[in-house]
């Protein structure tokens, strides 16, 4: 399930990546000189091409008509009376708005659905695990209260050793409970 998640994860990425990459740059790879409109060109007027035309951020080229047309500002879309999706562009020739909306879509899509998955294993895949944990905190407990155990045994077996070996040379301690008193 998380290999999935994770195989999922890296297929958006690579997606979004590709097609930024797409979308920055042209299919020639030479650089677009950038132009600032004019205030006093209209987009009617330019009509030497689509390159000519999309330097002025404001316009849209029809291919269908060839005519260079103001982008409708209140709309989101150029309408399809003036010009249709397939063949109106913006920003660069080569990418219509239809293919924008659809790989849009697409990659929205993915990370919506991918983000879904993601919420759902950590909400209720992990909440299945808390049993799993619990035993595994049992058994590092267990095991923690033998190694305290063994080391009791360990020290035990040290101290007899120890105090064997101060019987045999005579160095027993007085376990009397009385102590020397000296005066300091």
Known sequence: MILRNIIILIFCASISVVFVRCASTSPTDAPKPTVTPKPGIKCEELTEGCDQCLKNVTCYWCESTKLCAEYPVGDIFPKKEDCPLSEARW????????ALLISMGVIAGVILISCCCCCVYCCYCKGKNKARYAKEDAKLERQKEERKMR??????????????????????KDDSGYTRFENS
């Open 91 to 98: 920003l660069e020739c080569w990418l219509n708005f239809e």
């Open 151 to 172: 080391q009791e045994e360990r020290r035990a077996e040290r101290k007899a050793k120890n105090d064997e070996i101060r019987k045999k040379y005579g160095l027993v």
